[in-house]
Structures are given as C-alpha cells and as structure tokens.
C-alpha cells in the first residue's frame, strides 16, 4: 500500500494560510497484492547442479483519488505474470567455479507514475501519471566464472550480467516552446536493455614479492524516451580498465597503478547530442611497518579528463600514522589527514535518453580524523595473525576484503 496525502493552504481573509487549495493538493492511494505460486525441480551431481522453474504471479491492483475527503477517481485491474528461472552451477574442483542463473521479474509502477492527476506544484514542470500503465518485464541473465591456482597465487574471474526489459516504463515528455513549460507522462515501449563484462585477473611474478592485477569493467546500455511523442533510443558504452604493480615484504607495502575510462551516448534523434568523454589517472600506495608497532600509510592519486564540459585536474593525497598496542596488536591509535592538498571535486556523468547530465559535487575539504580500532578473533584456535589481519593495500581474489 502507498499513500501520498499532500495539503495546500491558501492566504484566508484572517491573514493566516487556513484555506485548502485541492487544485495543488492530492491525496491518492495505490494498493498491490501480488502472490507468488512457484515449482522448481533442482537435480544434484558431483561436480554440478541444476535448478529449473517457474513461478506465476496474479496480482491486483487498486488506485483511488480523494479530493476534499470525497472520492473522485477509482481504477482496479488485475494481472497474471510469470517468471521463469534456470540455474546451473559447475565446480569440477575446489578452486574453479562456473555459475549461470536465469531469472524473469516484474516491476511495478509507482504511484506518481499511474496517478492520473496532473502535478502542478512546479508551473514550468509538469507531471501526468498514466493509469493505463502496465507492469514491465525484465529477463535477467547473470554468469560468473572464478578460479584460483594455490600453486602459484594466481586468480581470475570474469563476470557477465545482462537484462532485456519488456514493457519498460519510460517517459514522454512535451517541451513548449513558448511558454517554457515542460510536461512529462509515461508509457510502455519494450526494448530496453544493457550488458556488464567486468573481470580481473591478479598474477604474481617469479619471485612472488611482486604481482600485478588487471581489473576491466564494461556496459552497454540501451535506454528509452519519448520526446514531444518520436521514440529516442540513448545508446552508451562505458569502460575503466585498471593496472595495478604491487610489491610487497615484510615491512614495505607498496603499489603504483594507472586508470584509462571512456564514456559515449549516441541517440537515434538528431535534436539529441552525442557526447563522449575520457577520464585518466594514477595513484601510489605505501605502507611503511616500523618498530615498537608504529606504521606509516600514504595514497597519492591523480586524475585528469578531457570531453567534459568543465576540466578536472586534481592531486589526491591521503596519509596516517598509527600505532598498535595492547595484547597480540589488537588495539590500534591512528591520526590520518584526508585531502591534505585540499584539491578534491567530484565530476560525475549521466545519459538517458532523455538529456545528458554532467555534476559537480562539492565535498569536504581537508580533515583530520582520530581513530581506535579494536580486532578481535571470533574463530577458534588454528589461525594467526597474518589469517585476519587487514591491509591497506590490494585485496584478495575475487574482490573480498582481506581481514
């Protein structure tokens, strides 16, 4: 159940804002019962498992208007969805695992989306919600694959996600000219869609004090709009490939690494602009252990970019000292300074199919902050330090975090 109940007062004859406007309020409630009525048949072997079904989902809903405490509007449909699903899981060994899943959702809309009452808060922005609309239905397809050598600490995975919605809900939005004003409502058009590939891969060299890790990130992405009722299909490719060199001993840690990103959105209607951008960068880590339980911690990173409508060229330097104490070094002291340089901003991109958005954000400057962290060992008897104790730099196989 959704309500949205909003009240306006006018300016009364008492010189007080005791008159109800019901031309700016609304009060509309939305109700969604949906159930669920599922079969899976799921078959296990020794190096893999399958999982096949389906689920059927009747739903009901029921929308009201209330204007003044009286009722003016009531609308109630009824739908049945279903949604299969497959799953597959192959693990030949202990240290290789490959795993596809298939599932069917659907997605509802929201209230304002479907409420037929015309949003006149903003005068210049206008929204009409459409009561006809129909739930979308989004296929949705995942598979990932790991594995990891213990011979010689090398580890891989790659990563594929990827939806193709039906009935997606997408906007349409009028633009008048002359007055300014700019009215959008909803409809249903299928063919939305995007892709993922995301992988990495982390190798040690020879001597196992120096490794690398390459870590690669890819979509594509097709969304939807209506402009003044002509379908405008966005279709964006973005990328940010990283390389990362790390050295490590028993009391240096230290890693150099470099960043390339590239962003594009072409549109099927000429009045859209194309636009496409390119981010670059570096950063170095330390760790520096010294004796008596003091350790030093430093980041530097840059980054620079060109296609943007304001440039960006800044220094990030984060840096602590931290000393640990108490039994077995559980407790720890540290002061670190964020943004020492003071040079941080936060330039951000959007692209629908409807208009592209680029962002500043603006953040806290320079900081210092005091922390005391405290680790403790919940497991039992067996393991060491070396087994939870957390580092500043890198990270484990497959993107967990190292404790």
Request: proline fraction near 3%; charge should be positive; glycine fraction near 8%.
């Amino acid at each position: 159940r959704r309500n949205s109940d909003r009240e306006v007062f006018a300016l009364g004859a008492d010189g007080q804002y005791s008159v109800l406007d019901n031309d700016y309020g609304l009060a509309y409630s939305n109700e969604f019962t949906q159930y669920r009525i599922g079969v899976n048949i799921k078959k296990i072997a020794k190096t893999w498992d399958y999982t096949v079904g389906f689920n059927v989902d009747p739903n009901r809903t029921v929308s009201y208007r209330t204007v003044g405490g009286v009722e003016q509007d009531k609308l109630a449909f009824n739908r049945v969805n279903f949604s299969p699903m497959f799953r597959i899981n192959y693990k030949p060994d202990r240290t290789t695992n490959l795993r596809v899943d298939y599932r069917g959702r659907t997605i509802q809309p929201s209230i304002n989306q479907i409420a037929p009452v015309q949003d006149i808060t903003n005068p210049l922005v206008l929204t009409l919600g459409n009561p006809d609309l129909k739930p979308s239905y989004s296929n949705n397809l995942m598979a990932t694959f790991q594995s990891f050598n213990a011979k010689n600490q090398m580890a891989f995975n790659v990563g594929l996600f990827g939806y193709y919605t039906f009935d997606d809900i997408v906007s349409n939005t009028h633009y008048d000219p002359a007055t300014g004003v700019r009215t959008t409502s909803f409809r249903n058009a299928s063919g939305t869609w995007m892709g993922n590939l995301h992988s990495s891969l982390s190798v040690p060299l020879r001597n196992r004090a120096f490794s690398f890790r390459l870590g690669m990130f890819n979509q594509l992405y097709q969304g939807q709009s209506f402009i003044n009722d002509v379908k405008n299909k966005a279709l964006t490719f973005r990328t940010r490939e990283r390389l990362t060199l790390t050295y490590r001993n028993d009391w240096l840690d230290m890693s150099v690494g470099g960043m390339f990103g590239f962003y594009s959105v072409n549109n099927s209607l000429s009045v859209q602009s194309d636009a496409r951008t390119y981010d670059y960068g570096g950063n170095y880590q330390v760790a520096i252990t010294l004796p008596y339980g003091f350790r030093i911690d430093s980041d530097v990173e840059y980054n620079t970019n060109s296609g943007y409508s304001f440039a960006l060229n800044e220094w990030l330097w984060n840096a602590s000292l931290s000393y640990s104490f108490l039994r077995d070094k559980a407790g720890t002291l540290r002061v670190k300074g964020y943004d020492i340089l003071a040079q941080r901003s936060n330039i951000s991109r959007s692209a629908t199919a409807l208009a592209i958005e680029e962002s500043m954000t603006n953040t806290i400057g320079r900081y210092v902050m005091v922390d005391f962290i405290y680790r403790f060992n919940i497991f039992s008897g067996g393991g060491s330090r070396s087994d939870y104790q957390r580092s500043n730099i890198g990270g484990p196989p497959f993107g967990g975090r190292r404790f």
